[in-house]
């Protein structure tokens, strides 16, 4: 444990992952099993990847909508995959009625108001949004029909943590409905793309993204394509997904349209997501042992001004300060002037620093003559002077470069986290050691992916290249190579 | 039923109602019960008056942050009055699996799954919210705390209708605690005007507000106030509440702060509201029997070019068409081009006067050399020939007009809607015939409050003044006078 309280990721990397989450008031448990609550620092976090991921989506033509967080169990049993290979651990509404205990002093079911059908709070909305696009789909005309949601989603997970898995989270689902299999998996492609552009302008980070085997795949879907991240513990952490979903629902929800010819067909459907998720890719992937490291873009608060004084001389700092303040807002948005009186200069730079502020300002009187301020980068924790005169534009070049910085790092990590095995010994000795992405060829079998899994614990992630090689476990010839890692 | 599928207001003012969410394609009926879709256009309004809505909030000094879904079924039985108050229709959550049925064909509830405390699908968030203060707060350094969240809410409503009551609905609930009831009375008057004004400035709707008799209070606080809007069928409708909790929550809920005179004190509470419902008020105000009428501020859309050509000068109406919208587009924003080819003009024209669209312009060959285009304003439905050299500022300051010749109806609505009686044969009268608010003194009883509302389904909607005058009911004198109203 350091001294700001967070364990240093050398300790264990689990608890400081834990530590930065609860030190920079992210996010905690509440009193609902697996249940977290967001925290306002935490949330606007959360608000600016929503702003910056929905302009994204909208681009793509996409509209949003809302549909209901119930879904008729009778639903779910529709396409036999989707129910056979999703988990069936969910949060199940069975009465719509409280009423008083005997004696007056709380509330209990009432046995009488069961419900017929029972409902399942959406543990994503495939069916109930199907189901609905089956009345609105009528002609080649009513295509290509693009819907995305903002929701809240259940799944009753065993074990929970924050972000990573909980049992309610918030994330986007976007649906789309194509006249043929070549425009939908064009779509599928383009969420992907779209998620990884995403993730390096907004997020800084990089990731692999690709085919997954038939195995990971969603339940229901003909493909799946995910986005894989690194994490600094060798760990990889699935950050979305987009599914070529062919015809499967449309066939068992009955979604039927006339194409120009004048015949009825079956459309080709999508499906693709990212999720409060993200927030534990992000805190996983820039931060240090200090605390959180945010790029700029999603930082809450790009710039925090601390101004340093003493009983005699406030109003002569308060001044400059407010001046410096003043002429940075014109150029730089979310800039916070830190005027609380009742903690020390200490106390503020260290919550800063723990919730990844990027730049710091500090004033004190002996700035005033000078006109020059101390910054502090919080990617680096490099210390600079820098002039009032130029103060906005210089703290905006500076802010760039820590969200092009973090980037580069990210690629870093991922270049370097990744290894090209071709033996099933280096790909073990590996896995005990600095992990990471591990790219192998593999010869498309179940037996041996399940083998890999059972022995290393490692998993195929997704599909790396076509080329040729021998099977990582069996030794076969293959032409396809794929990314395994440990995971998240 | 008029040549546009939309029922007259003379005819049915409720099935007008419905068909206008209809035919603009704001929002359905799903396959589960009370569960509406908001659809695309819907959707787009709701996501206006969010970012206008979440501006004004933010502007209070409120951080937005996200609580759990679901309620423990004990939290209900905390506050007394909370829960004797509170209706008890509500979404339960028993149990926690579904599994395969034995012939494989379907899914049922997991018998062996039991929840031991059930959750209740939040129908407001202040217990589960209030549990979470409790850790949150220490000491007068974290007073005040101003919080609010989006979230979708469940009631299960027996008699459900588009928008006005189903059984899940969104909404924004605001949150705070406070050192004093001085500051936490002042906190819950600056909500109601924050409403007050969102609803001028964006929704163009004119309203009462005020405190609300006992009876009528939210379950569980000292007082409510809440801010009624006015439909043209003379039904009251209420559109937000804001309550003044007292130290209700913080003492069920142990909520304790250290003052600064260093003793332990239960703080005082807040809470305030508006959802989905708003929704409902928006297009029964404006509308008419043509369809929507949507104020600019909130419109998907707010300008509509629709080009009318034949197959020979297509290529030459486009250009100047496509000339026409970027002119447009460097000063109004949400313009849209309908470029559709598969439909007809009147079609469109149909269409997007259904659809509330503030602004049509028409652009044919003819006007090309005049360099003249046709607009149509939805409010009045008036034609116009406006040069094409300055349509940019032109219809800017159009729409701008349109948005406060709204709020001069409404507010014209509101003083003709509103009727000053003192005798109750002309408050029963005036229900029989324009309905409307009826500005009444009320002794302050319950007896006579109940029989009013008995005898006539008007209901006192909110504390307008002080004065002198006698109860409608009983004649005794009061001091206090009302406005009552049905209401939906």
């Avoid at 879904?71 to 995959?81: D, Q």
């Avoid at 003493?310 to 303040?325: A, L, R, S, T, Y």
Wanted: glycine share 6%.
């Amino acid at each position: 444990m350091s001294n700001k309280g967070i364990t240093s990721r050398s300790e264990s990397y689990s608890q400081w992952y834990l530590d930065i989450i609860d030190r920079a008031q992210l996010a905690e448990n509440s009193s609902v099993r697996g249940c977290m609550v967001i925290k306002p620092y935490g949330y606007a976090i959360w608000e600016n990847i929503q702003r910056e991921l929905d302009l994204r989506i909208k681009e793509m033509g996409v509209s949003n909508a809302y549909f209901p967080l119930f879904i008729p169990k009778s639903f779910l049993s529709k396409e036999a995959s989707h129910v056979k290979g999703f988990a069936k651990e969910c949060a199940i509404v069975t009465h719509y009625r409280l009423k008083e205990t005997k004696d007056g002093m709380g509330v209990e079911v009432d046995p009488e108001a069961k419900l017929e059908d029972e409902l399942i709070v959406r543990p994503t909305s495939e069916t109930i949004m199907y189901d609905t696009f089956s009345r609105w789909i009528e002609s080649w005309r009513d295509l290509p029909l693009k819907i995305n949601q903002w929701a809240n989603i259940v799944r009753w997970e065993r074990r929970t943590r924050l972000f990573l898995r909980t049992t309610e989270f918030l994330w986007q689902e976007g649906h789309t409905v194509h006249e043929s299999h070549e425009e939908s998996k064009k779509q599928v492609i383009e969420a992907l793309e779209m998620y990884k552009r995403f993730a390096r302008e907004v997020l800084a980070l990089e990731m692999y993204g690709g085919k997954k085997s038939e195995s990971e795949k969603f339940a229901g879907a003909v493909d799946t394509y995910g986005v894989e991240a690194l994490m600094q513990d060798g760990k990889a952490l699935q950050f979305g997904t987009s599914h070529d979903l062919g015809q499967n629902f449309a066939k068992v929800f009955n979604i039927k349209y006339i194409n120009k010819n004048g015949e009825l067909e079956y459309p080709w459907q999508t499906s693709w997501g990212v999720s409060t998720r993200m927030m534990g890719a992000i805190v996983m992937s820039h931060s240090d042992d200090l605390g959180l490291v945010l790029p700029p873009i999603i930082a809450p608060i790009k710039v925090v001004i601390i101004p340093i004084y003493k009983e005699g001389n406030k109003d002569k700092v308060m001044e400059f300060v407010k001046d410096v303040e003043s002429k940075l807002s014109t150029v730089v948005d979310r800039v916070h002037l830190d005027e609380r009186d009742f903690v020390s200069v200490g106390f503020k730079f260290n919550e800063w620093e723990k919730k990844g502020v990027p730049v710091r300002i500090e004033i004190g009187e002996r700035d005033l003559e000078k006109k020059m301020v101390t910054i502090v980068r919080r990617d680096t924790n490099e210390k600079e002077e820098i002039s009032v005169n130029s103060i906005g534009n210089d703290i905006k070049i500076i802010l760039d470069n820590i969200q092009s910085e973090l980037l580069k790092r990210s690629q870093k990590i991922l270049e370097e986290g990744t290894t090209q095995v071709s033996s099933y010994k280096e790909f073990k000795d590996i896995l005990k050691g600095k992990k990471g992405f591990l790219k192998a060829y593999w010869c498309g079998s179940k037996e041996c992916e399940d083998a890999i899994k059972y022995e290393t614990k490692a998993t195929n992630r997704c599909f790396s290249k076509t080329g040729k090689g021998n099977c990582i476990y069996c030794g076969k010839e293959s032409d396809k190579e794929w990314v395994f890692a440990m995971c998240y």
